[in-house]
Structures are given as structure tokens and as C-alpha cells.
């Protein structure tokens, strides 16, 4: 009889015991300076190749998928209900028409979700608590278009429990970020965006580094020659975690997810090659087999 409790205390406890161990790793891959050679994946409004854009379903894939993390576009609708959307209207993605604020969270619930060439599906759009329900524990979340909805986001992941999954990115300097945000990013991360322009990159990267307190520093370039990118040793010898976005050709300077499905290590290989331990992907699948092959995961 006794062993018979037992063995049904630790059935309801296993999941939350390896939904821990997922975080612990997670976190600890994030924060261990880049000193591992395991590269994180990050997919983008998640598996949307296969599923709607910024769905359950798309968010699952990537779950299923091992992925460390996901981004989410967030809106919020008439009644202050964060949502997932990353147009501020609904005619893409949805079988209706006009904007998120426009609606209700029990209106924007009759409408279903399409799919990547615009077959309506099944699929619902998602609350911000449903993402965080479903990913509690087992993956890390980027927030895009968090900035007006800020307040909402923090709030809502701190009631599931979820704060320290969050991750915010943003490119303004230290002064800023202390000024705009104050304690609001505490217990969550933030990762502060290089944006490439040349003039006043290193005294930037310099303030990054040394005025707020984060993990990860992300670097975007629409080329690929500017001087700040060959300082990616000394972000690493500093303890940071470099993220590069391989999304389309502005942010990386053209080596991106379309040119890997013909020359990856023209892509994924020179990203890596200048320092990438985290990327933001369109193709996480590609990357991922990509990354198994040489050895980075």
C-alpha cells in the first residue's frame, strides 16, 4: 500500500520535476558567458511554416522540437486581454477584418487563425496566459511588441509564474532603459540590441556591456563589415551570450535563413564563425539539423 503512494506522488511529480530540470538548463546555458559550444534556438512566431503564426499549434511544434525559446507578438484587445498577433489588425491572419483593440477577447475567439498560404484553420488565436500556460517551464519566450503593453506583459507572466522565462530585447542605451523601465524588468531578461550603423557602435556596445545587467548581447547589420562584429571574443571573454538574427537580409548583413537552405555554412557557418551561440530563426529546423551536424547541440 505504501509503495503503491509512493509510486502515485512521484507519477504527479514527475512533470513538474522535468519541467525544473528544463528551465535549470535553459537558464544555465543562457547564462554560462557562451563558454559551451551548444548553440540555442530561438524560432520566430514559432513553427509558422507549419502552422498558423503565432498559434498553439506553432508554439507546440517548437516544444516537441527541443527549441530553447520562441517570439511571440503580443496586442492587446478592447478589454485589456493580451493577445498574440503581430499585425495591429486581423485581415492577415484571421477570417476577420479590422484591428486587435477593436475587439473583444470573446469576439476575437469566433474567428479562426490561417495558415502560412491562407487556409483557415482550426486554430484559435491564443491569450498571452495560454502561451504561458503551455510553456511554463519548458521554454524561454521573446516578447515582441512589448513597449505599449509593458506593464501588462510583466503582470500577467508574474501571476503564472513565468518571469523568469520572459525575455525582452530593446535597443535603447542604459541611461534610457533606466529611465524608461526602472524595476519593471526585474526578475525577467532583458537583451539590449546593437543596431549597426558605424559612427558610435563601440560606444554603444561599450554601454551595453558595462551598464546593464543582462546575459545575451544582440548584434544586427545590414553589412557585414562593420567593426563592432569582430569584437564578438571579447562580448564572450566578457561573460555574454551572443544572439544574431537570421531572419531575413538587414539584420545580418545577407547571411541569412534563405541563403542556408542552399550554402549554410555561408549562413549559419559565418554567423557562428563570428561568434553566434544564440540564433533567431525562420528555418529553426534547418538550423537545428545544421547545428546537430557539426556538433553545436
Same mark, same amino acid.
Given at each position: ?124 488565436? $491564443? ?6 500556460? +503551455?510553456? @511554463? &517551464?519548458?521554454?524561454? %519566450?521573446?516578447? /515582441? ?118 550554402? $549554410? ?6 554567423? +557562428?564563425? @563570428? &561568434?553566434?551561440?544564440? %540564433?533567431?530563426? /525562420? ?15
Amino acid at each position: 500500500m505504501n509503495r503503491y503512494i509512493i509510486y502515485i506522488l512521484l507519477l504527479f511529480a514527475a512533470p513538474s520535476y522535468g519541467q525544473q530540470n528544463r528551465m535549470s538548463f535553459l537558464l544555465n546555458k543562457l547564462n554560462d558567458g557562451g563558454k559551451s559550444d551548444y548553440v540555442m534556438i530561438f524560432a520566430h512566431r514559432g513553427d509558422w511554416r507549419n502552422a498558423p503564426e503565432n498559434s498553439l499549434q506553432a508554439y507546440q511544434s517548437c516544444i516537441d522540437a527541443g527549441f530553447d525559446g520562441i517570439e511571440i507578438d503580443v496586442q492587446m484587445t478592447k478589454d485589456s486581454v493580451i493577445v498574440m498577433m503581430h499585425d495591429k489588425t486581423i485581415d492577415r491572419t484571421t477570417t476577420g477584418k479590422g484591428r486587435v483593440s477593436d475587439y473583444t477577447l470573446a469576439e476575437l475567439k469566433k474567428l479562426y487563425l490561417r495558415s502560412p498560404i491562407g487556409v483557415v484553420t482550426r486554430q484559435r488565436i $491564443p491569450t498571452l496566459d495560454e502561451v504561458l500556460e +503551455l510553456t @511554463k &517551464g519548458k521554454m524561454l %519566450i521573446q516578447v /515582441d511588441k512589448w513597449q505599449p503593453v509593458k506593464e501588462k506583459v510583466v503582470e500577467v507572466a508574474r501571476q503564472h509564474g513565468c518571469l523568469n522565462q520572459i525575455i525582452l530585447r530593446g535597443t535603447k542605451n542604459s541611461k534610457e532603459v533606466a529611465d524608461n523601465y526602472g524595476k519593471l524588468l526585474e526578475g525577467l531578461i532583458y537583451i539590449p540590441v546593437l543596431v549597426c550603423k558605424g559612427e558610435g557602435d563601440n560606444e554603444k556596445l561599450d554601454d551595453f556591456m558595462e551598464h546593464i545587467k543582462t546575459p545575451v548581447i544582440s548584434l544586427s547589420f545590414k553589412r557585414d563589415d562593420f567593426p563592432a562584429i569582430d569584437r564578438a571574443k571579447e562580448i564572450k571573454d566578457r561573460g555574454f551570450r551572443i544572439w544574431y538574427n537570421s531572419l531575413w537580409a538587414e539584420f545580418n548583413g545577407g547571411h541569412d535563413d534563405e541563403l542556408a537552405m542552399d550554402d $549554410p555554412d555561408n549562413s549559419y557557418g559565418w554567423l +557562428l564563425r @563570428k &561568434g553566434a551561440n544564440i %540564433i533567431f530563426s /525562420d528555418h529553426p529546423f534547418l538550423l537545428d539539423a545544421y547545428l546537430k551536424k557539426i556538433g553545436r547541440r
